[in-house]
């Protein structure tokens, strides 16, 4: 069984802002995979698929960012989900657009939204795959920067981005997460 969980904000207002980051690569899985995530419960979109002979559970927590945590642990709860079978992709300040890290586990770095996971697993043990959005070029709070959408200048690193972060989760769904790390790190 294998869990992908993408980070982001509900609502008209967020879509496409660089927090929603992690919406926009779980929107392109399913769209390139003709998934819909159409079940709602554990204040979550998800749907629940099989590829390859393998079970695959695909979440957008609808908590807003900050409680991001509460749907995966109710979800995790409910499925029986194991922490190792857990994948969460979100955005990061530290990688510019169209760089995607893959990595085992760490600490929050400031996100809220992983915060709010390590809180409510109880670990700072899962894998992520953090998908860059850069830092402001111009003096302003990095809230107001991460719900701001991306530049022009953006959108193309930005699209690549999310293209390597859809075959990334779709080489973890088959392959072991060190071989994903060692082919989509190197990019």
């Known amino acids: 069984m ?3 969980v993408g980070l982001g904000n509900p609502g008209k207002k967020y879509e496409q802002t660089r927090h929603n980051i992690g919406f926009m690569v779980i929107e392109e899985l399913a769209r390139q995979n003709h998934w819909s995530l159409n079940q709602t419960k554990f204040r979550g979109l ?8 393998e079970k695959v559970l695909v979440l957008e927590p609808q908590t807003y960012m900050n409680l991001s945590g509460e749907s995966l642990r109710a979800f995790m709860d409910y499925y029986e989900i194991d922490i190792e079978d857990i994948l969460v992709i979100y955005d990061d300040l530290d990688l510019p657009p169209g760089k ?8 929050h770095g400031g996100h809220n939204g992983i915060r709010n996971i390590i809180d409510q697993l109880g670990t700072k043990e899962f894998k992520r795959l953090r998908v860059g959005v850069g830092r402001p070029s111009v003096p302003m709070s990095v809230v107001d920067y991460v719900l701001g959408k991306f530049d022009k200048d953006q959108q193309g690193p930005v699209e690549d981005s999310i293209q390597d972060a859809v ?20 990019k």
Request: aromatic share 10%; proline share 3%.
């Open 2 to 4: 294998k869990c992908i």
């Open 46 to 53: 998800y749907t629940i698929e099989h590829v390859g002979g």
């Open 100 to 107: 995607i890290r893959l990595r085992k586990k760490g600490g």
């Open 167 to 186: 075959k990334a989760c779709e080489a973890w769904i088959q392959n072991p997460f060190n071989e994903v790390m060692n082919e989509f790190n190197v």
